[in-house]
């Protein structure tokens, strides 16, 4: 079977635009060759598969020169221009379907060219007031809205100090003020979550402070200022009324800042959790249902592995349990090829695992063994692995006693020889063991007296690097209470 890429473009051609092609062909401006007619014509026959075996170069070149010696270049030569056919026909195609394309496009052809007239002017001016129609406007939006009132001033070239001249470079600035307080928003505030991240404070005039007026009261500045005042001392009253504002303006705002907003506020919302306000769970939830609703759980088409385990997670722990199974099929294949395979193990063992299904002790099993190359979800395969062993092992299940020991002796040799995982994971994954042992060695009762659990609970509390850590304490409650 032939491999060329005129047969890949021809495959990609449904049925009506097979035929449009065909008319597009025909000898005329777009096509002096009439031997490209003709290649077409005979390859349309193997049309979708083009896997005849009949189907080769030797073939092609007797039918379209019939009773000639074969001469390779010759024939490679008219694959080439029929599969750069099929493209300009399909970019000509596209531009009909797309007029604000093809406007934007006439207007840069014109503009370079010196030759634009009064329907180039209307067209730039229809184009402006669409834009400027728009109550709420991205970068992308102020970027459009420059470029064509640059344009309008190049193209209509009034006399000097023409009033109307004037207005459309006020126009302009205007406009420009807008684009880079936006981008200075959003720097400040990766600025911040980074700050956030690695718990240090910068003194620093704020942003916010050094905006032209005219530019702060886009709703996305507006909401990011608030976040800022807030950010220091956020609690789940301050959190709350952020989500509320959120949803509020989301469905106008563009996509870029919803879902900047979106990690603002689920990251604030971690960090609450990590301080033992666990409410704080059910607004995360909700926050994940509306980004996966609205479609900004996805960043130019793909899931980061920190928001899928975060969605899995979260809706886990508030058990919801159909959502969480419903998202991992669906959103499973916009991870990283190479996290595919790891992401759905880990996302399926620990629903099964959350809803107490009995399978999830021997699905572990099966990846007790896990071998293949470091990835995010690999790591949180191991620790759901440990978890799941020690609750058999509480329970004095089948085989749990030995496989657990066994598992966290073979874990932590692993641990020492590993040159791929992160120095930061390998740590946590050694204090969560750690604790893991120290729980496990309450063996057989599993209790734990008021002042030993209230130790452990400080010891725990005063980690800073710890996988799992209300995992941990969830346990340290219950071996207090007796509750297997």
């Known amino acids: 079977m032939l491999q060329y890429r005129v047969i890949q473009n021809l495959k990609n051609l449904n049925r009506k635009e097979i035929s449009e092609f065909q008319k597009w062909l025909k000898p005329g401006w777009t096509n002096s060759t009439k031997k490209l007619g003709e290649l077409f014509e005979v390859l349309k026959a193997f049309y979708p598969n083009f896997s ?60 370079h060219r010196k030759s634009s007239r009064d329907r180039e002017i209307k067209l730039i001016e229809a184009k402006i007031k669409r ?10 939006d102020l970027d459009k809205l420059i470029k064509y009132y640059q344009f309008k001033v190049q193209i209509v070239n009034p006399k000097s100090g023409d009033v109307n001249k004037q207005r459309d470079f006020l126009k302009i600035q205007l406009y420009l003020d807008q684009y880079y307080a936006l981008l200075k928003a959003r720097n400040a505030m990766e600025l911040l979550e980074r700050e956030s991240q690695l718990n240090e404070e910068h ?30 001392q956020m609690n789940l009253t301050k959190l709350n009324k952020l989500k509320d504002r959120f949803e509020e303006i989301q469905p106008n705002i563009p996509t870029r800042d919803q879902r900047i907003i979106y990690l603002l506020l689920v990251n604030a919302a971690a960090r609450l959790k990590r301080r033992g306000l666990t409410a704080i769970l059910k607004q995360t939830m909700e926050l994940n249902q509306l980004a996966v609703q609205q479609g900004f759980i996805l960043d130019n088409g793909v899931i980061t592995p920190h928001s899928f385990a975060n969605v899995i997670n979260v809706a ?21 090829v190479s996290m595919q ?39 949180r395969i191991r620790v759901l692995i440990t ?40 740590e946590s994954l050694k204090i969560f063991h750690d604790y893991c042992k120290k729980l496990a060695s309450y063996y057989p009762d599993f209790r734990l007296t008021k002042a030993e659990a209230e130790a452990l609970r400080q010891k725990v509390h005063l980690e800073k690097q710890i996988h799992a850590k209300q995992w941990i304490l969830g346990k340290i409650d219950k071996m207090e209470k007796g509750d297997r």
């Open 203 to 232: 003194e620093h005039i704020p942003w916010y402070e050094q905006l032209p007026a005219s530019c702060t009261e886009h709703p996305v500045i507006l909401f990011y200022k608030q976040y800022e005042e807030y950010a220091a």
């Open 131 to 140: 834009l400027e129609a728009q109550a709420v406007k991205s970068t992308e």
């Open 52 to 111: 005849a075996k009949r189907l080769d170069k030797v073939y092609l070149y007797e039918k379209i020169y019939p009773g000639k010696k074969f001469h390779e270049k010759e024939l490679l030569n008219l694959l080439s221009k029929l599969s750069t056919s099929i493209e300009e026909f399909l970019v000509h195609k596209y531009l009909r379907a797309n007029s604000e394309e093809r406007t934007d496009l006439l207007i840069q052809v014109k503009e």
């Open 316 to 336: 886990c722990q508030q058990k919801q349990f159909s959502f969480a199974q419903a998202f991992l099929n669906d959103y499973n294949k916009y991870l990283p």
């Open 387 to 426: 978890q799941i062993l020690f609750d058999a092992y509480v329970l004095d299940e089948l085989e749990a006693y030995e496989r657990f020991d066994k598992y966290i002796i073979a874990f932590n040799q692993k641990l020492l020889r590993e040159k791929i995982y992160p120095q930061k994971q390998i």
């Open 341 to 379: 395979k790891d992401g759905m193990e880990w996302g399926q063992l620990i629903i099964d695992y959350k809803q107490g299904i009995k399978d999830a002790f021997w699905k572990a099993k099966k990846l007790e063994d896990h071998t293949r190359s470091y990835t995010i979800f690999s790591l």
